[in-house]
């Protein structure tokens, strides 16, 4: 990361700046003080309209709290902070992150580098990545400690996709309009093989960059995309233990709504971590990538791969298509070869 410059941003930085730049709309309570609905991504209550509270004049460019129950709990107990814990917050993200943001947002100038000060991750949401390496030497991924409030399981762009409502809510897929990096996004739930929540994924429903964006610190090499259901689907049972690896989120949905069981990687290539994964849980692989360059040669690396594991094949899908666009016939006709 870039050299932060703490000092000029807490200086520069007003929490006023930081609500502006949300485009946070708050009622004025007096000269320095505003309140309004909590604007915070792991707020919950929906009756709590005037929990949120801002100072413009305390400490360090001012100062907020949230007096909800449920939002003060789901951050650990801590009600509020300044500036720099706002941005954190809403970003998901640690300290220095959210100062390096700022950093950019605002264009604070940079004095000559010195060693950046030690900060500890905000307590009220711990860093995504532990210190434990793991075999891929990324980490490992933290269970979130909140969820996403008001997700719309029935939005049009869904529907859009094929994706029904009732398969949106089983797989805690839907429209978050929240504050926060999944703002104006369709959000899918991403859970460890444990069925433990991990990450949120945020797809642009528009042509918004990135297409798809995932929350800073989150290691998608070392996760399945669905690997939870399908163990859970599958039993103690040791034969014929079948699965479908497809690259993305919608692919996955639309295998699943054909009829099998699937997991995504995230992208087109493989990491050791999911390597490992799949040859612990599964003893037959239908690599089902898309029809391109890319999806070509990622079919090519997991055949050989998994190949010494398992049984596996790898059926070729029609040039630049992908699963999510080929009919319940086109799949099974694939997929049974």
Request: hydrophobic content about 40%.
């Amino acid at each position: 990361m870039a050299y932060v410059d703490f000092k000029h941003v807490k200086e520069a930085v007003s929490l006023e700046m930081v609500l502006n730049h949300y485009g946070i709309a708050l009622r004025k309570v007096n000269a320095k003080s505003l309140r309004g609905k909590c604007p915070l991504p792991m707020h919950g209550s929906e009756s709590s309209n005037t929990s949120f509270t801002a100072t413009l004049s305390k400490g360090l460019g001012g100062a907020w709290a949230c007096q909800s129950k449920s939002c003060v709990a789901a951050r650990n107990g801590k009600k509020g902070g300044n500036a720099l814990d706002f941005v954190a917050t809403m970003e998901q993200c640690d300290l220095q992150t959210a100062a390096a943001k700022m950093q950019t947002w605002f264009s604070v100038a940079i004095d000559a580098p010195v060693k950046a000060p030690q900060v500890d991750p905000i307590p009220d949401k711990p860093d995504l990545v532990s210190k434990e390496n793991s075999e891929s030497g990324a980490g490992k991924n933290v269970p979130m400690k909140f969820t996403l409030k008001g997700i719309d399981p029935a939005h049009t762009y869904l529907e859009s996709r094929g994706v029904t409502e009732e398969m949106a809510r089983k797989f805690g897929i839907g429209y978050f309009s929240g504050r926060g990096t999944m703002k104006d996004r369709i959000v899918f739930d991403i859970r460890n093989e444990k069925g433990e929540l991990v990450a949120y994924a945020g797809r642009a429903i528009d042509d918004s960059e990135p297409r798809y964006k995932f929350p800073p610190g989150f290691h998608k090499s070392l996760e399945l995309y669905n690997l939870h259901r399908v163990i859970a689907e599958l039993g103690e049972s040791t034969k014929r233990r079948r699965v479908v690896i497809v690259e993305g989120f919608f692919a996955c949905l639309r295998v699943v709504a054909a009829g099998f069981p699937c997991i995504a990687l995230m992208g087109s290539s493989m990491s050791k971590a999911q390597e490992n994964l799949i040859i612990r849980h599964f003893n037959v692989a239908c690599i089902l990538l898309d029809g391109n360059d890319a999806g070509r040669q990622g079919s090519v690396d997991c055949l050989a791969r998994l190949g010494r594991h398992m049984f596996v094949y790898a059926p070729e899908l029609p040039e630049d298509k992908q699963p999510d666009s080929l009919s319940d016939d086109e799949l099974c006709a694939l997929i049974k070869k």
